[in-house]
């Protein structure tokens, strides 16, 4: 009988110790996640990467077709067909292009095909970034990527290409600026904390014709020289009709 009682009561030890361990274990908080901050200023200035923001993808009936092009394109381009040896083949452009907003440096030149038999439009949103395809993660890339300051919204024929010239500001102040060479592809919508005031402020604008130059040193002063914008520089911006 002793040996019963001792038996259970070893029993109950056993079990006791397991079950203040089980606590204990429960007890250790788990690790906190790492978050690795991120950096707004990634593919800027001089600054290695690719720009942050969030994703802009073009409406399911909105195609590209071919590539999105730098330069100027047309009589004025500056290129003698015959003498022109890039890497790419020279193309007479065959319909008109139409200019879009306003920029310094960045010239897209970009075909939008409807895929419906309504006319449609299309709206490149403001702050959308394009980036030169030269560009990889490693490296600042060959060509200025191009921001687009204010929302321009293109008119899309039914079952028709749209020729389209956007116009973009500079975001890289030591490199190329885009030219027939050149081939952009989309990038990010800008999560920049700068730019994102800048383009808040410029959405209820006009297009500021005449004031490229002055929106485009306070764009420089953000993304190649790490600057604030200052109260001088905002108080221009919201002057602007």
């Not at 009988?1 to 009561?9: A, D, G, Q, W």
């Not at 600054?47 to 092009?69: A, C, E, N, Y």
């Not at 290409?161 to 990010?188: D, E, K, M, Q, V």
């Not at 297009?207 to 040193?217: A, T, V």
Request: proline share 9%; charged share 10%.
């Amino acid at each position: 009988m002793k040996t019963k009682t001792l038996f259970f009561l070893s029993l109950l030890i056993a079990y006791a110790i397991m079950f203040n361990s089980c606590n204990k274990d429960e007890q250790i908080p788990a690790p906190e996640p790492t978050i690795t901050p991120v950096d707004y200023y990634s593919g800027l200035g001089s600054k290695p990467g690719i720009p942050t923001g969030r994703p802009f993808v073009l409406p399911s009936h909105v195609k590209i077709i071919g590539d999105i092009r730098g330069g100027i394109m047309g009589k004025n381009n500056g290129i003698d067909k015959n003498k022109y040896t890039g890497p790419f083949p020279y193309i007479t452009p065959d319909k008109t292009w139409i200019d879009y907003g306003t920029g310094t440096y960045v010239n897209l030149y970009i075909k939008f095909y409807n895929s419906l038999p309504t006319p449609s439009s299309v709206t490149i949103p403001g702050g959308l970034i394009f980036i030169d395809s030269l560009d990889i993660n490693t490296h600042t890339g060959t060509y200025q990527k191009g921001y687009i300051l204010q929302s321009v919204t293109i008119y899309l024929p039914a079952l028709d290409t749209s020729f389209a010239h956007i116009n973009a500001y500079c975001l890289n102040h030591t490199l190329l600026p885009s030219n027939y060479n050149a081939i952009y592809y989309i990038g990010p919508i800008t999560n920049n904390p700068q730019l994102n005031q800048i383009s808040s402020i410029m959405s209820t604008k006009q297009y500021p014709f005449g004031e490229e130059y002055n929106i485009q040193n306070i764009i420089w002063n953000v993304t190649d020289y790490g600057m604030t914008l200052t109260p001088s520089e905002i108080q221009y911006l919201n002057s602007l009709p």
